[in-house]
């Protein structure tokens, strides 16, 4: 696939260098991909999209759309964008807003714009408050509304920033299978989001940004999964075969018919799936540990490992000491 986002060791200082936004942050992005930018406030986040978008400059560093550099307006030209706390001239009803949003996205056939402008409304669920000024919409509609005029000139790539900011659960629901139905017509979408969970059900890949440094950057499933703890469908009933378990992990735990253990590297798996098999254990399945995005997340931030799991057994085995 092509590369639709493209930058290289991207830098941006504030207040005279004191302020770091961006620390040499390198991304690539490929189309047609849903992808998930995270970090805590002050992250750099909105300065690594503005970048993007043309409406700051780095200090340093090249960034690219489409393979056009970004300070070339023709970058933009297949771009949406929906920026997070947006506001609207609330005399204008929703219908009026999307005309003039199309306008100034180069939309000159009036027809195609109204067109266009009824189709995105009924595809948001705003259709029969099209009339209606937009001052009087709650958060959730305006958002809604937000969402239809960044997809209003059907751009090719799409930035959204806190998309789901202010929507119910059922809005969330029918935002998140539009982006899917987005991503099926082949559309990339840059996501900006708090919400790890929905993040985690519909992003290929993210990007984890803290201090203006690139952390790390994977698929979903790269980065909640952990090559260091696994869960075998085993029972292990024999305290001394248990303990044996232990000299060859770096940790383990045996309970409901099932062994975790977290291990150095694949040879230590070995030797325990070995000694299980010396003993007889019948092995119905080895699995990876699956954490949530939310968990990886918090531990790239705090600077922790996979390996670092295995306080978790520590920690349950110190609460059923005290319990006892």
Known sequence: MNEIISTQNLTRHFNRGRVKALQGVSLRIEAGKIFGLLGPNGAGKTTFIKILLGLQRPDSGSATLFGIPVSDPAARAE???LPENHRFPEFLSGAALL??????????DKQKRLQRAEILLKRVK?????STRTKKY???MVQRLGLAQALLHDPQLIFLDEPTD????????EIRDLLLELKQEGKTIFLNSHLLSEVEMICDEVAILHKGQL?????VQELTTSDKRFRLHAHVGDAELLQQIRSRATAAEAQNGHLDVVV?????LNDVIDLLRQ?????QAIMPHKQSLEDSFFQTIQGTGASDLNTVFDTNKAEQEVSA
Do not use: A
């Not at 202010?166 to 629901?173: A, E, L, N, S």
């Open 79 to 81: 771009v949406g964008y």
């Open 215 to 219: 952390l790390r950057q994977g698929t």
């Open 264 to 268: 150095s590297n694949v040879q230590s």
């Open 279 to 283: 003993h007889q254990v019948l092995i």
């Open 99 to 108: 005309d003039y949003c199309g306008r100034l996205s180069g939309m000159r």
């Open 138 to 140: 709650s958060k959730g």
């Open 126 to 130: 705003m259709w029969e408050w099209r």
């Open 166 to 173: 202010g929507v119910d659960p059922i809005g969330r629901k």
